[in-house]
């Protein structure tokens, strides 16, 4: 039990004696022992710590020789500290100052992958995700054969998966709002054609185009009686277009009615 104790005590003093010190080094005017006492901090993970100091020091020591590695360091801090827009502007500020730098490779990757972590569910804003995937491209165009560039390459697939899904979701919107107020389902064909030429190797492809030939065939039925015959050819056409991209589809079932009613129309 002693031990125990004393081992606790011993803790707390090196706490406190830390807290003590990182005190003094705020206080202080000596830009090397602020350094210092910053790098200290960063190999120790103390993320909050480093990136304060490290603040401070960025405009003193630019230009010099621990400018370059202050700035990677801050970046690095704050990224650590999942603090991914302030390490984005950081990251960024690197690489352009120093665009040949040690660490740019890692820095352009950085900044591109923060995004990614920061990027938000596909209904919300897709601001961060549209960033991490120019920043990361970015990355793959100036260090193509980085042991990074794979891991670059997947985090832009999976964004521009939710890209998709959140054109997915407006288009099915549309179709969802039918004929209120309008043609929503000539919305949500364009929404879904956008989509397709935009994302073509998305996940989510197939559903696009099934709900782009739901739509159209909507759309056909509640034609007025002069354009019904034009848009159930273009029903058809759809279908064939997406049954031969999906032959083994599970909705084929609807697909196929879908097809039967427009051919039987056209037929008369």
């Not at 005590?9 to 022992?33: G, H, N, P, R």
């Not at 100052?97 to 990027?119: I, M």
């Not at 549209?130 to 990355?139: C, N, P, R, T």
């Not at 002069?226 to 999906?246: M, P, T």
Request: glycine residues 4%; proline residues 3%; contains cysteine.
């Amino acid at each position: 039990m002693k031990k125990f104790l004393s081992l606790i005590s011993f803790a707390l003093v090196l706490l406190l004696s830390s807290c003590t010190e990182y005190s003094q080094v705020l206080k202080s005017k000596d830009i090397d022992y602020k350094y210092d006492y910053a790098k200290r901090a960063f190999d120790q993970g103390k993320w909050l710590q480093t990136s304060t100091i490290l603040t401070d020091l960025i405009t003193p020591l630019r230009g010099g020789p621990r400018g370059e590695e202050a700035l990677y360091l801050l970046a690095m801090s704050h990224f650590n500290n999942k603090d991914y827009l302030n390490s984005g502007v950081y990251f960024k500020t690197y690489y352009q100052r120093y665009p040949k730098g040690k660490y740019a490779e890692y820095a352009r990757y950085y900044a591109g992958y923060g995004y990614y972590l920061d990027s938000p569910d596909p209904q919300l804003d897709q601001t961060e995700t549209l960033q991490a995937i120019k920043e990361l491209q970015g990355f793959i165009d100036f260090f193509p054969r980085s042991e990074k560039v794979k891991q670059a390459q997947e985090a832009m697939f999976e964004m521009q998966d939710k890209l998709t899904l959140k054109e997915l979701q407006n288009a099915q919107l549309y179709y969802n709002l039918g004929s209120y107020m309008g043609n929503n389902y000539q919305s949500a064909i364009i929404v879904a054609d956008n989509a397709l030429k935009t994302y073509p190797y998305s996940k989510y492809r197939e559903q696009l185009e099934m709900l782009k030939l739901k739509a159209k065939f909507q759309e056909a039925r509640q034609s007025v009686d002069e354009r019904k015959l034009e848009r159930y050819r273009e029903v058809i056409d759809e279908y064939y277009s997406f049954i031969n991209n999906y032959p083994d589809t599970d909705n084929r079932h609807e697909a196929d009615n879908i097809f039967r009613i427009a051919s039987n129309f056209v037929k008369e």
